[in-house]
């Protein structure tokens, strides 16, 4: 299993409302759509190596 690091993200309230909705949407935890957001956010701006393009599940 791939190792995680944790960290404290603040948000405004009425972002993470929007970010539950899409994840309960796309059935994923919060937790997993915000890293698939921020997935195809980086490799939209060419900021993630070849290996990580192609995780965008």
Same mark, same amino acid.
């Given at each position: 299993? +791939?190792?995680?690091? +944790?960290?404290?993200? &603040? %948000?405004?309230?009425? %972002?993470?409302? *929007? %970010? &539950?909705?899409?994840? !309960?949407?796309?059935?994923? =935890?919060?937790? *997993? ?5 921020? /997935? &195809?956010?980086?490799? /939209?701006?060419? !900021?993630?190596?070849? /290996?990580? &393009? =192609? !995780?965008?599940?």
């Amino acid at each position: 299993m +791939t190792k995680r690091d +944790t960290f404290l993200l &603040r %948000v405004d309230p009425e %972002v993470l409302d *929007a %970010v &539950r909705r899409w994840a !309960r949407d796309d059935l994923r =935890s919060v937790n *997993a759509q915000i890293e698939v957001i921020l /997935r &195809r956010a980086l490799a /939209r701006e060419g !900021r993630l190596g070849k /290996r990580d &393009r =192609s !995780r965008d599940a």
